[in-house]
């Protein structure tokens, strides 16, 4: 007799691009297609979502800033005190095959996850991690995920940002659910994304990319205390310093994105996203501004001669 359905249960899903249903992806030592890739249900990323992660873009047949997220990846391992974490360039030549299996060398984007490795026996302890870590390369063909043309709207959550007093947003870590909660929050108010305050009030990031604020010609971003200090938000503050742009780190209110000349968001799935509307108010003159459009084509210059070269 066959089983019912779980709730919310799709019976035939359809993959937001559907090249992505024959992809190969990494797991652990090797290669393997789609429907067979997988970890143990004794891995720590299940048991605890004790893993790392990194997101890369690749951009006419170069990896855009690899090195600045390799070296974030190690950090953030180290700082969890992982064991047997596989060298820098065993995880590169997992990613080139990967891609070249894949015969990905533009429009794509890879989820590099670290974990701490498979368990001997359920539990929390890291001394049950006796396999080494797992390494996953999971590459797909993937746009930037916003409509950076037209512009995303924005809700404030009521979910705030974690501090480094409760978990450091300096590690790069698995465990999403704080911006998952921020995310479903948006999801129903029918907007893209939600953005999060950090414990005294004032602004942090969206759940999935920082945030950057126009205010009388200069350049704003919340510190990186309570935001993860994101490898396109460093890029964009270089990007100023080095075109005269001014640029200002600073504690930010949500009065002042409310009531800011332009704002965008930035990360490596979405780039850099004008952002139109938040909590119903319109950001400006509800247009794309002039500063972001700048900084977009001066992003987009960037991405089109840096980089590491493909090797195939």
């Known amino acids: 007799m066959p089983s019912t359905p779980a709730p ?5 899903p359809v993959l937001p691009d559907p090249r992505n249903d024959s992809i190969q992806i990494w797991v652990g030592d090797r ?3 789609r429907n067979e890739a997988r970890v143990s249900v004794f891995d720590s ?3 605890g979502g004790d893993a790392v992660w990194e997101g890369l873009r690749i951009y006419d047949g170069r990896i855009f800033q690899l090195d600045a997220h390799l070296d974030r990846m190690m ?3 180290k700082a969890l005190a992982f064991e047997n974490v596989p060298d820098r360039d065993f ?8 891609l070249e299996a894949n015969g990905m060398r533009d429009e794509s984007h890879i989820r590099l996850t670290l974990t701490r490795g498979k368990k001997v026996t359920s539990g929390m302890s890291p001394t049950n991690n006796q396999y080494g870590c797992t390494l996953i390369v999971l590459a797909e063909w993937k746009a930037p995920v916003y409509d950076n043309e037209g512009g995303i709207r924005l809700i404030t959550s009521a979910i705030r940002r974690n501090s480094p007093e409760f978990l450091d947003s300096k590690i790069h870590h698995n465990n999403l659910l704080n911006n998952i ?3 479903i929050q948006s999801n129903l108010a029918g907007v893209d994304d939600a953005v999060m305050l950090d414990d005294r009030g004032f602004l942090a990031e969206t759940n999935a990319t920082n945030l950057f604020l126009i205010r009388k010609g200069k350049v704003l971003t919340p510190f990186g205390n309570a935001c993860l200090p994101g490898i396109t938000r460093g890029l964009v503050i270089e990007l100023c310093q080095e075109n005269g742009i001014p640029i200002e780190e600073r504690d930010l209110s949500l009065t002042e994105l409310h009531t800011a000349d332009e704002a965008f968001t930035t990360g490596t799935m979405g780039e850099l996203s004008p952002v139109l509307e938040v909590d119903g108010r319109t950001i400006g003159d509800g247009e794309v501004g002039p500063m972001t459009r700048r900084l977009q084509a001066i992003f987009t210059e960037t991405t089109a001669s840096e980089g590491d070269p493909l090797p195939f």
């Open 45 to 47: 990323v299940v048991q």
């Open 75 to 77: 950090a953030s391992a």
């Open 8 to 12: 919310g249960f799709t019976p035939d």
């Open 31 to 33: 290669i393997w297609p």
């Open 181 to 183: 909660l921020a995310k």
């Open 91 to 98: 995880i590169r030549s997992a990613i080139f095959t990967t």
